[in-house]
C-alpha cells in the first residue's frame, strides 16, 4: 500500500496528504479563537502583507428633506492605490441594505472608465450561522457581494435607497426611517500576488489540509485508486466514490495564512452540498481566477469580518476546483455560505454570475465531481434526499429539520436569487452526473 501511495500521489506528497485525507470518526466542532475588530482606518497598512483593503467612508450627495437624512451616497477617487475587487459594507449585518449599489472604475495604465455596474446588495445570506462563535464575534459586518473589476486606480461609486426603504408602515402610521444602512463604506481590494515559497510557513503547521509546502495542487485519481487511497489512510471502504478530482490548494492560488483565524472549526460529517455563485461578475481571465480568489478571501476577512473565506471550495469557468476554506480538504469544515444551513454541509462557489449569463459546461462538470468524491467519503447519494436542522433564516425557524436535496442551491436554504437562475438550472444535470461519477 505504501508502493500505491508513492506512485499515485508522488513520493513528496505521500505522508503530507495522509493526514488531510484520514476521516475522523467524529468531528466535533471545536471553538475557534475570536481576534479583536480591526479599525476601518487601519485595514491599508501592513505592507510585509501581500495586497491590501483601501476602506473609505462614503458621504451624503443629496438630502431628503422631509426625512432629514441621505437617499444617496457616494464618492469619487481618481487617487486611490490599485485595485481590482470591490465592495461595500456597512456597521449592523442585520441591517439589510435596501438600495441599488453601482460602480465604475478607471482602468490602470489606459485611463479609460467602465461603464456603471451594479453590484449585489443582498449577501445576508452568506455568511456564518446565527450564534456560532465567528457570527458572534463583534466585527462582522454587514456587506455587499464583491465585485471584480480589473486592475484598476480610480473609483466611482453612488448608493441609492429604494423608495419603500425611506418609509414604513408601522400598524396604520407611516413612520420615517433612516434609508440607508451607517457606517457605510467603500472596500477597494487589491489581491497582490501570490507569497512567496517560504512566505506563508503557519500553513503547513496549522492546517489539518495541509501538503507540502511546496505543493500547490492535489493530484487527480482514479476512481479504484480513490477507494484504495481511502483504506489505506485509515478511512470506511465507501461502496460508492467519486475519483478524486484534481484540487488546486490554498498555497496554489496564493492564500496569505496571516490573515484569517488561527485554527480551524469542524462539524460532524458532510450531507449536504450547497452551490453559490460569487455574484463577483464574469469579466475575468481563468488565468485571474487564483487573483479574484485572494480577492474574496481578504474582502471576506478584512472587510466582512469573517474568520475566512466563507466557501468550502471554489470552481472557476474553466472547470478548475480551489480549496477554500482552511480545515482539510476532506474534512468535514464548518463554513459561513448558507446562511442557517452551514453544519453539516460544504459550500461550492463558482466564480462569476449567473442571473442570466450560463455556466460553462466545465464549471457544472467540476461540481459534480468535487461533490461525488466529497459526498462519497461519507457514504452520501448526490441524488438524495438529506435532513438538515436550520440554525435560523428567512425560509426555515430555528431548529426546523429541512427536508433538502443533497446537492441543493443556495436559494432552497434561504429566500435569495443565489446561485443565479441559469445556473440553478444546472443542478439536476449535476445530480445525476455526480452520482454517474460514484458509479451509480
Known amino acids: 500500500m505504501r508502493g500505491f501511495l508513492a506512485s499515485s500521489i508522488g513520493v513528496t506528497c ?8 484520514t476521516l475522523p470518526a467524529v468531528a466535533a466542532p ?3 479563537p475570536t481576534k479583536a475588530p480591526v479599525p476601518a482606518s487601519a485595514k491599508a497598512q501592513a505592507p510585509d502583507l501581500p495586497g491590501s483593503t483601501q476602506s473609505l467612508p462614503l458621504t451624503p450627495r443629496t438630502r431628503d428633506r422631509t426625512l432629514g437624512a441621505a437617499p444617496e451616497q457616494g464618492l469619487t477617487r481618481d487617487d ?46 452568506h455568511g456564518a450561522d446565527p450564534g456560532t462563535a465567528e457570527r458572534a464575534s463583534g466585527h462582522v459586518h454587514g456587506s455587499t457581494a464583491p465585485l471584480w473589476v480589473g486592475d484598476s486606480d480610480g473609483v466611482d461609486v453612488r448608493v ?8 414604513t408602515v408601522v ?41 507540502p509546502l511546496a505543493a500547490t495542487e492535489i493530484p487527480a485519481l482514479s476512481k479504484e485508486a480513490t477507494e484504495r487511497e481511502l483504506v489505506a489512510l485509515g478511512g470506511k471502504a465507501q461502496p460508492y466514490i467519486g475519483p478524486r478530482p484534481r484540487i488546486v490548494t490554498r498555497r496554489g492560488w496564493g ?85 442557517g444551513f452551514n453544519t453539516d454541509s460544504m459550500g461550492i462557489a463558482v466564480l462569476g454570475t449567473f442571473g442570466s449569463a450560463k455556466p460553462s459546461s466545465a464549471a457544472v462538470t467540476a461540481i459534480a465531481r468535487l461533490a461525488a468524491w466529497k459526498l462519497g467519503l461519507y457514504g452520501v447519494n448526490p441524488r438524495g434526499k438529506t435532513y438538515l436542522k436550520s440554525a435560523g433564516g428567512n425560509l426555515y425557524r430555528k431548529g426546523k429539520n429541512v427536508r433538502l436535496n443533497v446537492i441543493s442551491g443556495h436559494r432552497d436554504g434561504f429566500a435569495t436569487e443565489c446561485p443565479g437562475r441559469q445556473l440553478y438550472g444546472k443542478l439536476g444535470s449535476a445530480r445525476s452526473t455526480s452520482a454517474r461519477f460514484q458509479g451509480r
Not at 503530507?16 to 485525507?21: D, G, K, N, S, T
Not at 490599485?82 to 485611463?111: H, K, M, Y
Not at 396604520?172 to 510557513?201: I, R
Request: hydrophobic share 40%; proline share 4%; glycine share 10%.
Open 255 to 339: 492564500a496569505d495564512e496571516r490573515l484569517r483565524e488561527k485554527g480551524f472549526v469542524y462539524t460532524k460529517k458532510v450531507k449536504a452540498v450547497f452551490v453559490h455563485h460569487t455574484a463577483s461578475g464574469n469579466n475575468y481571465r481563468c488565468s485571474q481566477a487564483p487573483s479574484v480568489i485572494r480577492g474574496i478571501y481578504r474582502y471576506h476577512v478584512e472587510s466582512s469580518g469573517w474568520r475566512d473565506i466563507g466557501y468550502n471550495f471554489l470552481v472557476d469557468k474553466c472547470g478548475t476546483i480551489y480549496e477554500g476554506r482552511a480545515g482539510g480538504v476532506a474534512k468535514a469544515v464548518l463554513g459561513a455560505h448558507t446562511l
Open 80 to 125: 486611490v492605490q490599485r485595485f481590482s475587487l470591490v465592495g461595500v459594507i456597512w456597521d449592523n449585518p442585520d441591517t439589510e441594505l435596501r438600495g441599488r449599489v453601482q460602480v465604475r472604475a478607471r482602468a490602470t495604465g489606459t485611463g479609460e472608465w467602465s461603464g456603471w455596474q451594479d453590484v449585489d446588495t443582498h449577501n445576508e445570506d
Open 171 to 211: 400598524g396604520n402610521v407611516e413612520e420615517q426611517s433612516s434609508p440607508l444602512p451607517t457606517g457605510l463604506h467603500l472596500e477597494l481590494v487589491d489581491p497582490g500576488a501570490a507569497e512567496a515559497p517560504l512566505a506563508g510557513a503557519r500553513a503547513a503547521t496549522g492546517r489539518a489540509a495541509a501538503v
Open 14 to 21: 505521500a505522508a503530507a496528504l495522509a493526514l488531510p485525507l
Open 160 to 167: 441609492r435607497a429604494d423608495e419603500t426603504a425611506r418609509r
Open 30 to 32: 471545536t471553538k475557534a
